[in-house]
């Protein structure tokens, strides 16, 4: 195998690696926050950072995955 190949060979295994450990730990779901993103947009141009702020959902770290 060239070198070249046993890099990507390489990246392909940890690529897959990360892959099958994102899904054996986190659920994905895809939720539609257009509506959500347009009403904070509002706020923010209209000065009102507290409120847009209070409306953004809570963000999780995902340490947990990669370790």
């Not at 897959?16 to 054996?24: D, F, G, H």
């Not at 904070?40 to 995902?62: F, I, M, T, W, Y």
């Amino acid at each position: 195998m060239t070198p070249t190949r046993q890099i990507r060979a390489v990246h392909t295994a940890t690529t897959l690696t990360v892959y099958q450990a994102y899904n054996a730990t986190i659920r994905p779901s895809f939720t539609d926050v257009t509506g959500l993103a347009h009403r904070v947009h509002e706020l923010v141009r209209a000065g009102d950072l507290d409120a847009a702020q209070a409306l953004l959902p809570r963000e999780q770290l995902l340490t947990h995955i990669c370790q």
